[in-house]
């Protein structure tokens, strides 16, 4: 039986946080609810400006690294290839942005904004301008920012570096080997408390909107005595998934959940005021931009208000404590995708949609508000806003059914959101590690409902977004320091480039020694992946260890470590540079077009294909001898030590190669 994979620092510590906290709604579940917003309210009040002012920086920053020269770089090696088709990719993204919160807010954020902006006059054409370029500015580019900041950061120190999938990673170049001790420990520690948190704020959001509908659709009460039982059926479905490994199954369901509801925004759209909406959405677009800059530092400090801190402060906090989920799966998905792309695909696809999906909804829930309603649509939503999205659809026609749609929406995007969230918690709680145990995966998914339970018992919403912001003041402050390290990453980047093309280094191509004839028929070979994996165990491994030998004989100290998926790594680790690196690993190739292939035959083919530190294009070395394979090792070493040996290089190599990565 295979034993369970941990991090134990991490998996213990996060354990003790999120139940030191939910121990204060279970030794005083009475006077919890308002100690909850009591803390809310005074970390708001105190760091309330750093929340904004981090914002504005993660935006910024990846704007940055998206128009600058570092745009360019590859996240993985510089000859990688993306995983997925563009309009797949896309398509990915586009599924990303949608989920509870677009279900819950739809309607009901821009109609609270409407009945009490924060400077127009209530329901008045001002205050419908200011709630539209609220809830843009709240769903927008901001948030995708943050989502982008640990995103990128896990793609570019994952797939250039080869370094784990988990949030310590990218703080590298500041923190070097450090991060494999306490202060790594700390960054995934709050990493999965601010995980859990956030899930759980979601869960919270989507279990009072299945609730609100039942009580619609079949007068179900609405309390948490509903709620609880809700939030342990969707929990049991979604460990149901998690145990019966039906992935194919989950998301199948999630694309057909993510139709459907495309499907439901085009019938309003139809239904409803059509022409003026298109109107609507240009107005609001061209409204978001020209109030950008002013809402992404507009505190409120000269007239202070609370709606402040209950809109857009929580919201920030919500999004930080979410982004380790979100961008973890932007970062599985991203692979071989160069920096500018991924910046540009995930701040403009996913806002793009929201923001046509919050004109269709919240114009028109404001037309009808205004119209028909009488202002009864309004009233309703200011009483709960829970209600706000079938409050919305009796007015428009076939509301049973409409209203039945939302309630499986909201459960398939609840179940999906806690099996998803499972999985990320244990891969950083495993240490990155993604094949992890079925028990595993179960106890974050049960935890996920069982802090959610417990926070709605404690004192209901409120609970849930004082522990989201409180989580979320540590992870801001980590996330700048993500900021920082990718640039110095980037930097040293273009630092190789720069001191190979301007001090004369070897090119230190690989030493085949063989006949043209053997070269041509290696081209033209279709190897398998077993042909592969036995060249290296048989060929690379060996060499490697000779080499390794013959460096730590000298005073160099070197070591051969078998990576992830059949690779193999030569590692000498350096001071104050980045480690010489050659690795060779397992790589599927699509064959030649012109290859002749007989019945049956692949068309892919498998090389033992280099990689190196720097990220820089690798080739195969399938066919050399072991001698052969020597000579390349240290020719590769022999430029090495020229571009260390740079003064250019010097001066900016502040941060070193992580020993166990790429």
């Not at 919160?101 to 400077?119: I, N, R, S, W």
């Not at 001898?625 to 390349?632: A, K």
């Not at 590769?636 to 992580?658: G, I, K, N, T, W």
């Amino acid at each position: 039986m295979k034993s369970f994979v941990i991090n134990p620092p991490v998996f213990y510590g996060s354990i003790i946080l999120i139940g030191l906290f939910l121990a204060v709604g279970v030794v005083i579940p009475g006077q919890a609810g308002a100690l909850f917003g009591a803390m809310q309210a005074s970390i708001l009040g105190a760091f309330g400006w750093f929340y904004l002012l981090s914002v504005g920086i993660f935006l910024v920053s990846v704007l940055l690294l998206c128009f600058g020269r570092f745009g360019q770089l590859k996240l993985g090696p510089d000859d990688s290839v993306p995983d997925f088709r563009f309009v797949s990719w896309i398509a990915m993204l586009f599924a990303a942005g949608m989920g509870i919160g677009l279900m819950f807010y739809a309607v009901g954020e821009p109609m609270t904004h409407f009945m009490a902006p924060p400077t127009a006059e209530p329901r008045s054409v001002a205050a419908m301008r200011e709630a539209m370029t609220v809830t843009f500015f709240h769903w927008g580019i901001h948030a995708w920012a943050i989502y982008a900041v640990v995103g990128l950061s896990l793609a570019y120190f994952g797939y250039r570096y080869n370094l784990p999938l988990t949030i310590r990673s990218g703080l590298y170049p500041l923190l070097k080997s450090r991060i494999d001790g306490p202060i790594g420990h700390a960054v995934d520690i709050f990493a999965i408390v601010g995980t859990m948190f956030g899930i759980a704020t979601s869960l919270g959001v989507g279990v009072s909107q299945i609730n609100a509908g039942l009580n619609h659709l079949l007068g179900v009460p609405i309390g948490v005595a509903v709620q609880l039982p809700l939030i342990a059926v969707v929990t049991a479905m979604a460990t149901v998934s998690v145990v019966t490994g039906l992935d194919k199954g989950v998301r199948i369901l999630s694309e057909t959940n993510l139709i459907v509801a495309i499907l439901l925004m085009i019938f309003v759209l139809v239904i409803g005021p059509t022409s003026q909406l298109f109107r609507d959405f240009v107005q609001n677009l061209g409204l978001y931009f020209d109030t950008l800059v002013l809402r992404t530092f507009n505190i409120y400090a000269y007239e202070p208000t609370p709606w402040v801190d209950a809109w857009t402060l929580f919201y920030w906090a919500w999004w930080i404590s979410w982004s380790p989920f979100v961008g973890m799966f932007i970062a599985r998905i991203s692979r071989g995708r160069t920096v500018r792309e991924f910046v540009v695909a995930v701040l403009f696809i996913p806002a793009g949609f929201t923001f046509f999906w919050m004109t269709v909804f919240g114009n028109t829930a404001m037309f009808i508000d205004t119209g028909i309603a009488n202002g009864a649509l309004g009233a309703a939503i200011e009483n709960d806003v829970s209600v706000g999205l079938f409050r919305f659809f009796e007015y428009l026609p076939l509301p049973a059914i409409t209203s039945t749609l939302v309630v499986l929406l909201v459960s398939i995007f609840f179940i999906t959101s806690a099996d998803s969230g499972a999985l990320v918690v244990d891969s950083i709680a495993a240490g990155g590690e993604t094949k992890t145990t079925t028990g595993q995966r179960v106890f974050w998914c049960v935890m996920e409902g069982f802090v959610a339970g417990c926070l709605l018992l404690a004192g209901g919403l409120t609970a849930l977004q004082s522990a989201t912001v409180a989580s979320a003041l540590p992870f801001a402050v980590i996330m700048l320091g993500l900021v920082v390290s990718l640039y110095l990453g980037m930097r040293e980047d273009f630092a190789q480039r720069d001191a190979h093309h301007g001090n004369n280094v070897p090119a230190a191509q690989p030493a085949s020694g063989q006949t043209w004839q053997r070269r041509l028929a290696l081209i033209l070979s279709t190897a398998t992946e077993a042909d592969a994996r036995r060249f290296i165990d048989t060929h690379v491994r060996p060499a490697l260890h000779q080499v390794a030998q013959e460096l730590t004989s000298r005073g160099r100290h070197a070591q051969v470590v078998d990576e992830a998926d059949g690779a193999v790594v030569l590692r000498s680790p350096a001071e104050d540079v980045r480690d010489f690196v050659y690795g060779v690993t397992p790589t599927k190739q699509r064959v030649a077009s012109f290859t002749p292939l007989r019945a049956g035959e692949p068309e892919f083919r498998f090389e033992a294909r280099t990689y190196f530190s720097s990220g820089n294009r690798g080739y195969d070395v399938m066919g050399m001898s072991r001698d052969q394979l020597i000579s390349d090792v240290l020719a590769q070493f022999e430029r090495y030590l020229h571009l260390v040996h740079s003064p250019d290089f010097q001066l900016v190599h502040s941060a070193p190669e992580h020993p166990s990565g790429i």
